[in-house]
């Protein structure tokens, strides 16, 4: 199985900047699709933000401009870079990825822990 483990939320003043950090392990045979969602306090979990093992990123319109995520694929780390935060922003972090193991040749979906982030003056 594949572990995904955050780091890197914490408490930010608006306008702020944080960046996060997910690092997989585990018996890892590939990571096709890796991202960040984020759910808020009484609101569904959202997508931010996705990268695949190409390099194509999508994001949700409301990060767009403000949020970068990138790979690092020797290492199987995938990063958020969150900047001109704001307190719509304040929600727990999770990240996803999809791959296969090596243990067991299907594709599925995992999930990190979740970080706390919190943009507030």
């Known amino acids: 199985q594949v572990q995904l483990v955050e780091s890197g939320g914490g408490l930010v003043q608006p306008g702020g900047s944080l960046r996060l950090s997910c690092a997989a392990s585990?018996?890892?045979?590939?990571?096709?699709?890796m991202g960040w969602y984020r759910q808020a306090p009484g609101k569904q979990r959202e997508l931010v933000a996705t990268?695949?093992?190409?390099?194509?990123?999508v994001y949700v319109d409301s990060v767009k401009g403000r949020f970068t995520i990138s790979r690092d694929s020797a290492k199987n780390t995938v990063y958020l870079q969150m900047n001109s935060l704001k307190p719509e922003d304040t929600a727990v972090y999770y990240c996803?990825?999809?791959?296969?193991?090596?243990?067991?040749?299907?594709?599925?979906?995992?999930w990190g822990q979740g970080t706390q982030v919190t943009v507030s003056s």
């Open positions: 996803n990825a999809m791959g296969v193991a090596t243990t067991v040749p299907i594709l599925k979906t995992y």
């Open positions: 585990g018996s890892i045979f590939s990571l096709n699709v």
């Open positions: 990268i695949t093992s190409g390099d194509t990123t």
